[in-house]
């Protein structure tokens, strides 16, 4: 299935969703981000586990330039690029970024609002807005303090420091490296991971973990009260018994 800048590729429990204009790096256009919302609709018909990925050895090098460079203070406003990053976030499956090369500026905030991302050793990853005269809106100014501490974000989005694959997975920026032509094999085998566990867990785990500390405790009382009545959970602990009793 292919959605002018993004090809998908859908099966039962996840979906690849690459971003696919190589011939600008796989640089965050309109369309691009039109195509998103698209694949983001099909996300939350049917909840499954999403993987984005780049093409031509890029993950995203950023919001197409020439672009921005016309946008204005309404378009600011309409929050094009936050708004669908943030629609990602909120996904209710884990979605999986696979990086290689560059994620610069918008393709870096895309890849934070991932839950899992997965780099080669290739990887370049920051966000050089300010040295463009604008600053890093869709994301990165709140999230990446959450995701690597303050000090590392500020040299990140005030001195424009872009960090290596090594340096990201210090930082556990990255939650693993792998080579380039393994990289989407390293992505289906953490989507598998995901997938054997209980989705509808899965999917309340995150809506839990995200959820502001004022909703705690009352939102994991509400969640597991929710779980409590599945069949699933009741089918999965009699085999766990079943298992244990079988080993005695």
């Not at 790096?25 to 983001?40: F, G, Y």
């Not at 500026?105 to 290739?122: H, K, N, Q, V």
């Not at 500390?213 to 969640?223: Q, T």
Request: charged fraction near 30%; include cysteine; proline fraction near 5%.
């Amino acid at each position: 299935m292919t959605m002018s800048a993004v090809e998908l590729e859908p099966s039962e429990d996840r979906i690849v969703i690459r971003l696919n204009r190589p011939e600008v790096r796989n640089a965050i256009d309109a369309d691009t981000v039109a195509a998103l919302h698209e694949a983001c609709s099909l996300l939350e018909r049917q909840p499954r586990i999403g993987l984005i990925t780049g093409s031509g050895g890029v993950f995203a090098a950023g919001a197409d330039i020439g672009q921005l460079r016309e946008r204005r203070r309404d378009d600011a406003l309409q929050g094009i690029n936050s708004g669908i990053f943030d629609r990602i976030r909120k996904l209710p499956m884990p979605v999986i970024a696979l990086i290689d090369g560059y994620a610069l500026g918008g393709g870096a905030e895309l890849a934070y609002a991932c839950d899992f991302r997965i780099g080669t050793p290739r990887v370049k990853i920051g966000n050089p807005e300010p040295g463009l005269g604008i600053l890093a809106a869709a994301g990165a100014s709140w999230r990446l303090a959450e995701l690597v501490g303050e000090p590392l974000a500020k040299e990140i989005l005030l001195a424009g420091r872009v960090l290596t694959a090594e340096e990201a997975l210090g930082c556990r920026l990255l939650n693993d490296i792998v080579e380039q032509d393994e990289l989407e094999a390293a992505g289906m085998a953490l989507a598998d991971r995901i997938a054997r566990q209980a989705p509808q867990a899965v999917r309340l785990t995150k809506s839990v973990f995200h959820a502001p500390r004022e909703a705690h405790p009352l939102i994991d009382d509400i969640a597991q009260a929710v779980l409590f009545e599945t069949e699933e959970k009741y089918d999965r602990m009699t085999a766990f018994l079943e298992r244990k009793e079988r080993k005695k």
